[in-house]
Nanobody, 120 residues
Framework: QVQLVESGGGAVQAGGSLTLSCAAS????????MGWYRQAPGEHRELVAT???????NYVDSVKGRFTISRDIAKNSVALQMNYLKPEDTAVYYC??????????????WGQGTQVTVSS
């Protein structure tokens, strides 16, 4: 079973920066897509940024130009550098990993979440 552990959450002032990190363990089938989702109170969980094993990056429009996702394939880890943070970025951020192949070994794993709070 793939387990994900997040770190780096906290409270910052608007305009500040924060870096989230996530490491996967128990990986037996390669991770295809890895990244971050977030959920604010009363809101649906939305994709923030993901990155494929081939290097493709996907960002929600609201964070483009402010957040940067990166992966270390060998370490099965992903990081999210968040700059110019805004109060609307406040949410619980969840690490996600999807892996396996078409014919088996597929998985969709989630971390427990880390709180990010941005004050105005």
């Amino acid at each position: 079973q793939v387990q994900l552990v997040e770190s780096g959450g906290g409270a910052v002032q608007a305009g500040g920066s924060l870096t989230l990190s996530c490491a996967a363990s128990g990986v037996r089938f390669s991770i295809n897509d890895m990244g971050w989702y977030r959920q604010a109170p009363g809101e649906h969980r939305e994709l923030v940024a993901t990155m494929s094993s081939g290097g493709w990056k996907n960002y929600v429009d609201s964070v483009k130009g402010r957040f940067t996702i990166s992966r270390d394939i060998a370490k099965n880890s992903v990081a999210l550098q968040m700059n110019y943070l805004k109060p609307e970025d406040t949410a619980v951020y969840y690490c996600n990993a999807k892996g396996g192949g078409i014919y088996g070994g597929q998985y969709d794993s989630w971390g427990q979440g880390t709180q990010v709070t941005v004050s105005s």
